[in-house]
């Protein structure tokens, strides 16, 4: 995710930084590393951090959950566990961290190891 950020611009949305970073390894890092996001996803998966995305939103179905924990994700390893200790930690910072980010563009940041290997974008030859 570090690196993803670091190489997000503002021509070069940080899911695409995401998606390329990721088509530069073998299939069986980016089958774990989907895993990995599966399993830090679920551990946001509480009602405490629920509580914290719609007050922050205005409002949150189960969708924009689902990109709200990938925005968390996101945000790096520290952001992450200041949020499984303390969800209402987001209470501001997670917007400003946020700015220039739609709710889609989360979207595709949980999905980019799907679409790295869908698209055939993955470039390391001998990870399968």
Known sequence: MDAARAE?????????ALADL??????????AYERTFEQ???ALY????WAAAYLIGGGCSDDAFLDFRAGVIA????????VLASP?????????????????????CGH???????AGRRSGSSGS
């Open 75 to 82: 945000l790096g390893q520290t952001r992450y566990d200041q």
């Open 88 to 108: 209402d930690s987001l209470k501001h910072r997670y917007w400003a961290e946020c700015v220039g980010q739609s709710r889609h563009a989360w979207s595709r």
């Open 22 to 31: 990721l088509a530069a390894r073998s299939r069986q890092e980016i089958v």
């Open 112 to 118: 980019a190891a799907v679409r790295c290997t869908k």
């Open 40 to 42: 830090v996803g679920s």
């Open 46 to 49: 509480r009602w405490d951090v």
């Open 8 to 16: 997000t611009r503002t021509d070069r949305p940080f899911a695409d």
